[in-house]
Every structure is written in C-alpha cells, then in structure tokens.
C-alpha cells in the first residue's frame, strides 16, 4: 500500500493536478460568453481540456528531462521515479483521450480540440524555449476558452432542433389539416361568409425586414463577447508565460513589473460595472488583482528564483479568479460563484503539490 501511495503521489507531482481547478473556467467562462447555461457539451469541453492539460504536462515533463536534471533533479522524470516512457505514454493517452471527448460535442469542438492539442505539442516540443513560447501558451488558453464556447453551442442547437422536430410531430398530418378546417369553417360561419372566403392581404410594409435585424445582432453581441473574454485569457496567460521564464535562475524585475501592470489594468477593465451586472463583476475582479498583483509585485522588488516562482504560481491561481470574473461580466453570475468556489481548494493543494 505504501508503494501505491507514493506511485501516486509521483504522478501527481508529474501531472501538477493542483493546476488542474484552473482549467474547467476556460469553457465555463466560454459558455457564459456565448450567452449560454452549460450543458453536456459543456461537460465534454471540460473533460477534454483537463486531459489535454495533463497530456502538456506530462509532454513538458519528458521534453525538459535533460533540463530538469540539471535544475530540477528532484522532479519525477530526472529523478528516476517516473521513467521518460511512461511520461511521454501517458502524454499520447491523455491526448487522445481529449480529442475524443471533443469529438463527442461535434465537429465544431473537435477541430478546436485539434488546433488545441497542435499548439500544446509545438509548445512543448518546440516552442517552449523561443521568444513565441508566450503567445504560444496565450494562444492555448484562447482556443481552450473558444472550446468550451463552440461545444456549448453545438450542444445548444442540437438540443434546440430536437425539440422543434417533437413539436411538430405530435399530431399527424390528417388529424392536423381535419382541425385546421373545422376551425376556419366554424370562424367563417360565425362571420357570416361562404368557405373560401379570404381577404386580401396588403404587401408588407418595407419597415417588415426590421425585426430581422433584431435576431441578427444577438450572435454578433456573443461573438464580441467571445473574442473580449479570449482576449482576456490570454493577456493573462502570456504575462504568466513570460515571467516563469526566468523562474529557474531569476531575472530582471522588467518581466515580472510589466506583468504586474498587465493584470492591474485587466482587472480595473474587468471591474468596470453597470446596472445589469450589478456588483459581482467588481468583486471578482478585486479578487483577481489580488492573486495576482501581489506576488508579482514582490517578484519585481527581487527577481529571485524562488520569489519568480511563487509569482508563477500565484498567476495560476488568478485564473480561476479571472474566469469567475469573465462569467460575470457575461451575466452567468451563478457560474461566476461556483468557479470561486475552487479557489480555496486550489489554495490547499498547491500548498502539497506545486503547480510550477
């Protein structure tokens, strides 16, 4: 059993599972900007990125082995506790199990899974150690966002087209033209006029094409939506990606500084309240600033390996704050509670497993 244990709490440490609360926000954030409540495509987007993001780290993980032997001997994978097979094994596993689950919400979802999962392994194979590797790393959370928005609707329209086909289904066709006629005939004998008498219908006025402008401007007002939350997610994202860069052997305070500015000024955008939100948009965008803010403010007063990393690690956790912040500015303020809800237990177990 104790073998078990430590097995166990190898892969952990492999997997970064105290990472793991900051993923389900992408697609839920995803559908409150579509406008949408989640639903099983939803649930299929979730599955997916969690898996993706687990095949990443494990990627990561074997990709850097000869780095982390030098730097991070203690890791799974240089310290021999996990072999490079195994990680890069379960890599494959975990991908195509999230290419399946995306498939599952249609082909929408499954073909920004697949541009998903490419830029998770050009990050990690490739990418990683260029001057791309932030926008890479934004550009995945982006597509994880955008995930969870395009399965969410698909699931929608399914579910949509299904119940108009009952609707009209429910009679059968004689039944539904013998109580059409009967009704016309009855109208028309208490109006004192023959069957078949009709009036004249007028030519729609040319204000008629008005109210098909209406419908027209909902999707465009997601779509706007969509793309301000995506944007958010990944001038985050990339902050982050930046600054962990020099986690290893410190740097200037310029990263770290800059970063601190970025989420400063996100979070006052986000705060930014109106009449229909009301004050949830202002409380999960304090929390946001906070997480974030202050370690990397601390990272820019000294550059130090170990002040880097925890301001890496408190960007992390800004994600959740950050989503909750973008379900509430969408008006998903039910969302927006459930994802802070993860924050503490986030919290807990990074205090166990490190999510850098």
């Known amino acids: 059993m104790r073998g078990l244990?430590?097995?166990?709490?190898?892969?952990?440490?492999?997997?970064?599972?105290?990472?793991?609360?900051?993923?389900?926000?992408?697609?839920?954030?995803?559908?409150?900007?579509?406008?949408?409540r989640p639903n099983r495509g939803t649930a299929y987007a979730v599955g997916a990125s969690l898996c993706l993001y687990e095949a990443g780290m494990a990627l990561n993980d074997w990709a850097d082995r000869d780095e982390d032997a030098l730097d991070r001997p203690?890791?799974?994978v240089p310290s021999g506790r996990i072999s490079p097979r195994a990680a890069l094994g379960a890599a494959g596993v975990l991908t195509a199990a999230g290419l399946?689950?995306?498939?599952?919400?249609?082909?929408p979802a499954l073909?920004?899974?697949?541009?998903?999962?490419?830029?998770?392994?050009?990050?990690?194979?490739?990418?990683?150690?260029?001057?791309?590797?932030?926008?890479?790393?934004?550009?995945?959370?982006?597509?994880?966002?955008?995930?969870?928005?395009?399965?969410?609707?698909?699931?929608?329209g399914a579910t949509s087209s299904g119940q108009r086909g009952a609707t009209t289904t429910t009679l059968p066709a004689h039944r539904t033209l013998r109580s059409a006629a009967v009704a016309g005939s009855g109208e028309q004998q208490r109006q004192g006029r023959a069957p078949g008498w009709r009036r004249p219908t007028a030519p729609a006025p040319a204000s008629a094409s008005a109210p098909m402008s209406a419908p027209m401007s909902a999707p465009t007002s997601a779509s706007v939506s969509v793309a301000a939350s995506t944007v958010a997610l990944a001038a985050h994202t990339y902050?982050?990606?930046?600054?962990?860069?020099?986690?290893?052997?410190g740097g200037s305070p310029a990263t770290p500084l800059a970063a601190l500015g970025a989420t400063t000024v996100l979070g006052a955008l986000l705060g930014r309240t109106s009449a229909t939100t009301g004050p949830l948009p202002v409380l999960t965008a304090a929390s946001y600033a906070r997480t974030a803010a202050v370690p990397f403010l601390h990272a820019a007063l000294n550059p130090s390996p170990p002040l880097t990393q925890r301001a890496v690690g408190g960007g992390i956790r800004a994600l959740i704050?950050?989503?909750?912040?973008?379900?509430?500015?969408?008006?998903?303020?039910?969302?927006?509670?459930?994802?802070?809800?993860?924050?503490?237990?986030?919290?807990?177990?990074?205090?166990?497993?490190?999510?850098t």
């Open 74 to 76: 203690h890791r799974p």
């Open 321 to 355: 704050p950050l989503q909750a912040a973008l379900a509430a500015r969408s008006g998903a303020n039910g969302t927006a509670l459930a994802l802070l809800g993860l924050v503490p237990l986030a919290r807990t177990l990074a205090r166990k497993v490190s999510p």
């Open 5 to 36: 244990r430590t097995r166990l709490r190898d892969w952990t440490e492999l997997l970064r599972v105290s990472a793991l609360f900051t993923v389900p926000g992408d697609a839920l954030a995803g559908a409150a900007a579509r406008g949408l």
């Open 100 to 107: 399946a689950l995306a498939a599952r919400a249609g082909r």
């Open 239 to 249: 902050a982050i990606t930046a600054v962990s860069r020099h986690e290893t052997h």
């Open 111 to 156: 073909a920004v899974a697949s541009a998903l999962t490419a830029m998770v392994w050009a990050y990690d194979l490739r990418l990683k150690h260029t001057p791309a590797a932030p926008a890479a790393m934004a550009a995945a959370r982006a597509l994880d966002l955008l995930l969870g928005a395009t399965a969410t609707m698909s699931a929608a």
